[in-house]
Nanobody
Framework: QVQLVESGGGLVQAGGSLRLSCAAS????????MGWFRKEREIVAGISWG????YYADSVKGRFTISRDNAKNTMYLQMNSLKPEDTAVYYC??????????????????WGKGTLVTVSS
């Protein structure tokens, strides 16, 4: 049974930082490109299976950093300079891809249940 479990959400003031984690189990993590989504499945960031390629939505470029540790079956999202408009439930997603990154909901195989990020002004 595949599970993607997000953690690290919470309440933070505008300008602050949070680090989200997505722990994967039940799949061969290194076979999957991964991504973070929010709100109505809006892409935030994506990363290739090996971590060598990344994608960011324009709204988060320069503020968020996606990374992964295949030895720990975990993906991360470092969020800096947070804004109230970043408030959302953040979901992680996995797509089996030999090449490329997750840049949309197309082809996503698995979803996590989400973690809430609230940014106060």
């Amino acid at each position: 049974q595949v599970q993607l479990v997000e953690s690290g959400g919470g309440l933070v003031q505008a300008g602050g930082s949070l680090r989200l984690s997505c722990a994967a189990s039940g799949l061969t993590f290194s076979n999957y490109a991964m991504g973070w989504f929010r709100k109505e499945r809006e892409i935030v960031a994506g990363i290739s299976w090996g971590g060598g390629a990344t994608y960011y939505a324009d709204s988060v470029k320069g503020r968020f950093t996606i990374s992964r540790d295949n030895a720990k079956n975990t993906m991360y999202l470092q969020m800096n300079s947070l804004k109230p408009e970043d408030t959302a439930v953040y979901y992680c997603a996995a797509r089996r891809l030999e090449r490329g990154v997750v840049a949309s909901t197309d082809g996503v195989d698995y979803w996590g249940k989400g973690t809430l990020v609230t940014v106060s002004s």
